[in-house]
Structure formats: C-alpha cells, structure tokens
Nanobody, 129 residues
Framework: VQLQACGGGLVQAGGSLRLSCAAS????????MGWFRQAPGKERRFVAA???????????SYLDSVKGRFTISRDNAKNTVYLQMNLLQPEDTAVYFC????????????????????WGQGTQVTVSS
C-alpha cells in the first residue's frame, strides 16, 4: 500500500487544518490507519487512529491532548483518511505522518508505530502563537 499525505501548512493558534492521506495499491476491507507526529528533536508519537473491518463503521482512538480538537475520519470511495485539526496550538507543530496496517489492530497495539507497515511522507504543520 502506498500512502500520500498532504494538507499541512502554517496557521495561527486557534486555527484549523485538514490533513489527508490517500491510499493506493492493494487496499482491503480490514484496516487500521493512524496519524503520528514528530516535533524537532523528539520521537515520533501517536496522534489518532481509525480502524475498521468490512465496508462500514470505524473505531477511533486519540492522544489525550488532541481529544475534542482533532477528528479522524475516512472516505471509503476515495480510499482516504482525514485528520481535521481545530483549535491548533503551537505545541501541535510537527511533521505529521500517516501510517497503515492491513489488520484491525487491538487497542493495546494501536499507538505503537512499529505495528504499522506502510508510511506516507510527512507533511509539515506549523502553528504560530
């Protein structure tokens, strides 16, 4: 599976951005897709994930600090996962990466970047104060 992420940019604190991650290749009906971010000098960290098995539904999980501000969703017809980011803060500044695994990951594995076997290129999000 190939992943193409886009949608990053520069925004003022309190603003919004929507990231997109388009999947191509051997996409199936059972999936976990996640967003991770990496700030300068820091490790790559989990932000949000969505998982599904079959054509409908979608179970989501979020980093505590983004709950209520970020929303992950998917569009089956477009094979695309989105990360809507509202009320952005300077501490959200990072390179954001999307990742995928053709498996319905259980909760205990969802936040571990080593569980994902496909990665998109990063997209820079910069939030100014």
């Amino acid at each position: 599976v190939q992943l193409q992420a886009c949608g990053g940019g520069l925004v003022q604190a309190g603003g919004s951005l929507r990231l997109s991650c388009a999947a191509s290749g051997h996409t199936g009906s059972t999936y976990t897709m996640g967003w991770f971010r990496q700030a300068p000098g820091k490790e790559r960290r989990f932000v949000a994930a969505i998982r599904w098995s079959g054509g409908s539904g979608g179970s989501t999980s979020y980093l505590d600090s983004v709950k209520g501000r970020f929303t992950i969703s998917r569009d089956n017809a477009k094979n695309t996962v989105y990360l809507q980011m509202n009320l952005l803060q300077p501490e959200d500044t990072a390179v954001y990466f999307c990742a995928a695994r053709q498996e319905y990951l259980i909760t205990s594995r969802l936040r571990n970047l080593d569980e994902y076997d496909s990665w998109g290129q990063g997209t820079q999000v910069t939030v100014s104060s």
